[in-house]
């Protein structure tokens, strides 16, 4: 039981670590001499890792950039409308006194 505990609180500990701790720490189990000549595998999984995490860094700015976008266009949208009804009010004044 212990053992279990161990090993939830090491992947806990992992899960706190930037991106680039995380993708050293995949790194270094690749290149770990083990019984089993699987280099190629352990190797591609953390080519495949680190394409993960760049694809996952680009994919967060390009949200803060529509996140931007999107509240410009929101504000634009309320100048918009508060704009048409100041012309609504104008038109509707001048109607009611020529």
């Known amino acids: 039981m212990d053992e279990i505990k ?3 609180d090491a992947e806990v500990a992992n899960a706190a670590k930037t991106p680039h701790e995380i ?20 190797l591609t999984m953390a080519r495949f890792a680190t394409l993960l995490v760049n694809l996952s860094e680009q994919a967060d700015k390009i949200t803060q950039v529509n996140l931007a976008v999107q509240r410009k266009l ?6 918009l ?6 012309l609504l ?4 004044l001048q109607i009611l006194h020529p």
């Not at 993708?23 to 001499?33: D, G, P, S, T």
């Not at 929101?74 to 100048?79: E, G, K, M």
């Not at 409308?81 to 100041?86: I, P, V, Y």
Request: with cysteine.
């Open 6 to 8: 161990a090993k939830i």
């Open 23 to 42: 993708l050293q720490l995949i790194f270094e189990m690749a290149y770990k001499v083990v019984e089993r000549d699987d280099i190629n595998s352990r």
């Open 74 to 79: 929101v504000c634009l949208t309320w100048a």
């Open 81 to 86: 409308a508060g704009l048409t009804a100041g």
């Open 89 to 92: 009010a104008v038109a509707i």
